[in-house]
């Protein structure tokens, strides 16, 4: 036992090591901001399954979600909160100043790091920023900056996200989701719902209308800019993986079908709580659903009624398009 908590000790220094050099290497590679990389989905909805299908790409470094309000890049001063809301027309230095710096690699921290090698950022020549919590700020981005590849917003049933963050965040500690409106800027869209946001019953809907919230905003300004986006479907991703890349090597110009494995593109994200994904794609799908009452569907189609959501409903796992 003791020469294995040696050897689990040893290799723990070498990978800190390592992805200090790696940061190091980060400030000298001066990733150009027009090829940023970008992943942003709500939490639990497979961002960190897609992030790792991209970066089987020799030429891609990962960039771990580096607006965490507790972990990231942030300043607290600026009171973005967990969910930035940054309007699309903002042109203050402050904020275009704080993403190019995160975007091009120039700023990172331990946090930042985590999937960060040396060799790998030795070898990179692109940097895909992977984000949770940040699909209200794609307006802002496209909006004020130029990507030569456009962003990947993906998206996923909203009722199997808000039942997988609810297994994934609930600690006897911590009780998920927060009912607390949170006190930060831009923040008026939250704000204005307060009423009806206390109304909810259950957890589940309340983790439902949260979804509402942070997809409402990129789903119209994908209505209205539809190349600006590169938008992806989980449920698309579980079934037709191999159609997903080859929607992904249009949009962004790689090649990935070179680098993956059919175990790559089928095993389950390093983020997963409990079991690997199904080996029937349809059953992985399904199990999402499966376990809701009649009730607990009723009351969550409801959330949709109210932020007048179609993508998705009570009635199938697919999305409505």
């Given at each position: 036992m003791?020469?294995?908590?040696q050897?689990?000790l040893?290799?723990?220094?070498?990978?800190?090591?390592?992805?200090?050099a790696?940061?190091?290497?980060?400030r000298?590679?001066?990733?150009r901001?027009?090829?940023?990389l970008?992943i942003?989905?709500?939490s639990r909805?497979?961002s960190?399954w897609l992030m790792?299908?991209?970066?089987?790409?020799?030429?891609?470094?990962v960039n771990?979600?580096?607006?965490h309000?507790?972990f990231?890049?942030?300043?607290?001063q600026l009171?973005?909160?967990w969910?930035?809301?940054i309007p699309?027309?903002n042109?203050?230095a402050?904020y275009r100043?704080?993403f190019?710096?995160m975007?091009c690699g120039r700023s990172s921290?331990?946090?930042?790091?985590?999937y960060?090698?040396?060799?790998k950022?030795?070898?990179a020549d692109?940097?895909?920023?992977?984000?949770v919590?940040?699909?209200?700020?794609l307006p802002?981005f496209c909006e004020?900056f130029s990507?030569?590849?456009?962003?990947i917003?993906?998206?996923?049933?909203?009722?199997?996200v808000?039942?997988?963050?609810i297994?994934a965040?609930s600690?006897p500690?911590?009780?998920?989701?927060?009912?607390a409106?949170?006190?930060?800027?831009?923040y008026?869209h939250?704000?204005q719902?307060t009423d009806?946001?206390?109304?909810?019953?259950s957890d589940?809907?309340y983790?439902?209308a949260?979804w509402?919230?942070?997809?409402?905003?990129?789903?119209?300004y994908?209505?209205e800019y539809?190349?600006r986006?590169?938008r992806?479907?989980?449920?698309?991703?579980v079934l037709q993986p191999?159609?997903?890349l080859v929607?992904?090597?249009?949009?962004?110009?790689f090649?990935?079908?070179?680098?993956?494995s059919e175990?790559?593109?089928?095993?389950?994200s390093?983020t997963?709580v409990?079991d690997?994904?199904?080996?029937?794609?349809?059953e992985q799908?399904?199990?999402?659903?499966r376990n809701?009452?009649?009730?607990q569907?009723?009351?969550?189609?409801?959330?949709?009624?109210?932020?007048?959501?179609?993508?998705?409903?009570?009635n199938?796992?697919?999305p409505?398009y």
């Open positions: 003791k020469g294995a908590g050897k689990g040893h290799r723990k220094v070498i990978r800190e090591v390592d992805r200090l790696a940061r190091f290497c980060l000298k590679k001066n990733f901001l027009s090829d940023s970008i942003t989905s709500s909805s497979g960190s790792e299908i991209l970066a089987a790409h020799p030429q891609i470094l771990w979600e580096p607006i309000r507790d990231g890049l942030v300043p607290k009171e973005l909160g969910y930035p809301n699309a027309d042109e203050q402050v100043e704080l190019q710096s975007l921290n331990r946090w930042t790091a985590k960060m090698r040396l060799n950022c030795r070898q692109f940097l895909l920023t992977k984000f919590r940040a699909n209200n700020l802002y004020q990507f030569a590849r456009p962003p917003y993906l998206v996923r049933h909203p009722f199997a808000a039942a997988s963050q297994k965040f600690r500690s911590y009780k998920w989701p927060s009912r409106i949170p006190r930060a800027r831009f008026e939250y704000r719902e009806y946001l206390n109304s909810l019953e589940l809907e983790a439902v949260i509402c919230l942070n997809n409402r905003q990129p789903m119209a994908l209505a539809p190349s986006l590169c992806l479907f989980y449920e698309e991703i191999h159609n997903t929607q992904l090597e249009k949009a962004l110009g090649d990935f079908t070179s680098f993956l175990e790559q593109l089928r095993k389950a390093p997963v409990g690997s994904l199904k080996r029937r794609p349809e799908l399904a199990k999402s659903l809701f009452s009649d009730q569907l009723r009351a969550m189609q409801a959330v949709l009624d109210y932020f007048s959501v179609q993508l998705y409903s009570a199938s796992t697919l409505n």
